[in-house]
């Protein structure tokens, strides 16, 4: 199965912004959805983003809207999270993954890119 890796966490003050980047390793990620997952300490993983294949539709968690954009550029096979107006509640380790319609993953699970907000 393909595995993502994840790049552009790290540690930010309350109020920052970090963009994140996914790539899956080994083909393309055109012709699939691909979403944002974190997972804070002593937590379950959760849903943050998504967006279609073709860019066209995004689906975003409450917690994150107005503040994190999804984009991809199929191009460069990547995936990007930039996120704005960070939060101490916004740190955890973020995945990105294959999502199927109803927004859930599938596939392998990367290393994640840890990000931290101070405040």
């Known amino acids: 199965q393909v595995q993502f890796v994840e790049s552009g966490g790290g540690l930010v003050q309350a109020g920052g912004s970090l963009r994140l980047s996914c790539a899956p390793s080994?083909?393309?990620?055109?012709?699939?959805?691909i979403g944002w997952f974190r997972q804070a300490p002593g937590k379950e993983r959760e849903f943050v983003v998504s967006?279609?294949?073709?860019?066209?539709?995004?689906r975003y968690a409450d917690s994150v809207k107005g503040r994190f954009t999804i984009s991809r550029d199929n191009a460069k096979n990547t995936v990007y999270l930039q996120m704005n107006s960070l939060k101490a509640e916004d740190t955890a380790v973020y995945y990105c993954?294959?999502?199927?319609?109803?927004?859930?993953?599938?596939?392998?699970w990367g290393q994640g890119t840890q990000v931290t907000v101070s405040s």
């Open positions: 993954n294959n999502v199927d319609f109803r927004w859930r993953p599938f596939g392998s």
């Open positions: 080994g083909r393309s990620s055109s012709g699939y959805d």
């Open positions: 967006i279609s294949w073709l860019g066209t539709s995004t």
